[in-house]
């Protein structure tokens, strides 16, 4: 029986507000209070299959406020929550792993410490630790980049083969950087490349700008997991909206019940 499709929310954060990035540049929109305000989030979890967290600052992080900002979110969110950005220890990863993740994400660790994914999936198991990848198109290759996009790491294709890395991690979070806050639609070429290449899981971002962009993007068979992260189209009933016409027109989601009106 083939897995169920996935919506999955990301949520950017950087030094105290939330923030909308187009090409990795960004834009503050809001502090938590005005998500809050504007996403209702005691009731977003029942239109979402997973909630993502990035912390995107370019300054020092400061880890206690993003904490305290994971910890507010995560306190009525049923869905799996996964929690990235500047984790360099397994301290780090504990650290947010009792603020109310259910995994931690890493970015530029995999390439600066990678023993550190293997310390992470012993501890917590490889099912709580997902890679995440941002991908230049430069012509007709994909290039992994870290530093927020500045450090070029190299060949996608040719990470996609490293057993030695990815035996510790769950599951992969591909944003292309191209598409990234355009709502242009995915990158079907690099869709294409993680289906015949990528033996591990993924969730692929950058483009989603619109309902229907989700709803023909799970209804493609290279496609279980979609990530969208472009709030200012998702923002009101927009996300319960998109679940009621994914499922209407054939796709496979969860169903989730009302809790508020059990028994």
């Known amino acids: 029986m083939k897995p169920k499709k996935r919506i999955i929310f990301t949520l950017l954060y950087s030094s105290g507000m939330f923030v909308l990035s187009r090409n990795f540049r960004l834009q503050s929109i809001g502090d938590f209070n005005w998500l809050k305000k504007n996403y209702n989030f005691d009731n977003v979890s029942f239109h979402i299959d997973e909630l993502l967290i990035f912390d995107v600052s370019r300054d020092k992080k400061d880890k206690k406020q993003f904490c305290e900002v994971v910890n507010k979110l995560a306190e009525n969110i049923f869905v799996p929550l996964t929690v990235g950005g500047g984790i360099n220890t397994i301290e780090d990863a ?3 792993f009792n603020s109310g993740a ?3 994400s890493l970015n530029t660790a995999i390439f600066r410490k990678p ?3 293997h310390e992470i999936s012993k501890v917590y198991g490889k099912q709580c630790l997902i890679g995440s990848l941002d991908i230049l198109r430069i012509e007709n290759e994909f290039k992994i980049y870290t530093e927020n996009g500045e450090n070029l790491i190299g060949s996608l294709e040719d990470f996609l083969a490293r057993n030695d890395i990815l035996k510790d991690i769950g599951e992969l979070y591909i944003n292309s950087i191209n ?4 709502g242009n639609g995915l990158d079907m070429n690099l869709v294409k490349l993680l289906k015949e290449k990528s033996k591990t899981p993924y969730i692929i971002a950058g483009g989603i700008g619109k309902i229907i962009d989700i709803k023909e993007s799970l209804k493609n068979d290279y496609i279980d997991a979609l990530g969208i992260a472009h709030l200012l189209n998702f923002i009101g ?6 679940r009621n016409i994914c499922r209407e027109s054939g796709v496979e989601l969860a169903k989730w019940p009302d809790f508020n009106n059990l028994g």
């Open 94 to 96: 504990s650290l947010l």
């Open 102 to 104: 259910d995994k931690v």
């Open 115 to 117: 023993y550190l994914a």
């Open 179 to 182: 598409q990234d806050g355009t």
């Open 237 to 242: 009933d927009s996300l319960c909206k998109a």
